[in-house]
Structure formats: structure tokens, C-alpha cells
């Protein structure tokens, strides 16, 4: 399994904008419209885009596993 997929670079324009690739944007359903929220970790060194709806659904998949949990306890 790798660890990192490299999708190609982007420019950032005069008005900060980016264009994703392609490929990525094909992997990973993405699609005009589409809300991405984009986050930074503590050392300011890389960049996250993360899909909205896609972090919604691992907030209520962790969610229902935590219901689970709670069942067994």
C-alpha cells in the first residue's frame, strides 16, 4: 500500500485559486459545485483537502461505531 498518491503540482493564480488534476478529481468524484475544506497541520507544512460530504460520513461512521461501543460496555 502506498502512502502518498502524486497527482501533479498547481500554480496558485493571482486571486489564490488552484485547479485540482484531472486524475484526482476523477479518483475522487469530484465535480463543479463540490464544497472542499482545506486545513493546515500544526506545522504549517502541508495542506489538506478534504471533501465536505466525505468528512461528514466518517463523522457518522464514527459516530455509529460509537454507539456500538457503548452497547458492549
Same mark, same amino acid.
Not at 6 to 31: C, D, H
Not at 34 to 59: N, R, S, W, Y
Given at each position: ?6 497527482? +501533479? ?6 486571486? +489564490? ?11 475522487? +468524484? ?10 493546515? +497541520? ?32
Amino acid at each position: 500500500m502506498r502512502m502518498v498518491d502524486f497527482y +501533479g503540482s498547481v500554480t496558485v493564480g493571482e486571486r +489564490g485559486q488552484i485547479a485540482l488534476p484531472s486524475k484526482l478529481r476523477r479518483e475522487l +468524484g469530484i465535480q463543479a459545485g463540490d464544497k472542499i475544506l482545506v486545513t493546515c +497541520g500544526p506545522e504549517k507544512k502541508i495542506i489538506h483537502l478534504i471533501k465536505a460530504d466525505m468528512l461528514a460520513e466518517m463523522f457518522d461512521e464514527w459516530e455509529t461505531l460509537r454507539k456500538r461501543i457503548r452497547e458492549k460496555e
